[in-house]
């Protein structure tokens, strides 16, 4: 058997993961599929899980509770605009609950969602989805292993659960 090492930065954290809202809806899970994988201190997972696996080991079952400041943020009435119609494709249905993604002024993606559609006056959230929730993971550590020279010079994880090579 390895010897289990702590999570610390630089590690590859290998784990399965259920996330759940206040009301106990599941909103996701890594259940049933390959573990994921992530590079620890890349910031590729939320800061309060981040810190929450800090220290813990290969074979531990972690429960972390992460509210919104550190997770997706608040909800944010600026997050959501109204806009004409005719900033859509004419041919494109527009209907509430429909997704697409956006490109905001500092040219990061962005998702908005439609939530009214009144006339020619779209309504969109661009809030994150999970914005204003507290997060309940359950984090099962499947695996800890050095990153490779390459994986912390990219600050992604290469290989199977990680980032798919670009
Ligand atoms: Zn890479």
Redesign the pocket.
């Known amino acids: 058997m390895p010897s289990s090492q702590p999570i610390v930065d630089g590690k590859v954290v290998s784990l399965h993961y259920t996330l759940t809202l206040d009301d106990g809806e599941v909103v996701d899970s890594s259940r049933g599929q390959e573990p994921m994988s992530y590079l620890h201190g890349s910031g590729a997972i939320v800061p309060g899980l981040e810190r929450g696996l800090s220290g813990r080991a290969a074979g531990e079952t972690v429960k972390v509770s992460v509210p919104p400041e550190d997770a997706y943020g608040e909800r944010e009435d600026a997050a959501i605009q109204v806009v004409d119609r005719a900033a859509f494709p004419p041919d494109e249905i527009l209907a509430p609950g429909q997704s697409f993604q956006a490109v905001d002024d500092e040219d990061n993606a962005v998702t908005g969602r439609i939530t009214a559609v009144d006339g020619d006056a779209v309504t969109i959230d661009f809030n994150h989805p999970l914005a204003g929730e507290t997060l309940h993971f359950e984090v099962e550590i499947t695996g800890v292993r050095d990153a490779s020279a390459?994986?912390r010079h990219?600050?992604?994880v290469?290989g199977p659960g990680g980032?798919h090579?670009?």
Do not use: A, Q
């Open positions: 390459e994986e990219h600050g992604h290469h980032h090579h670009h």
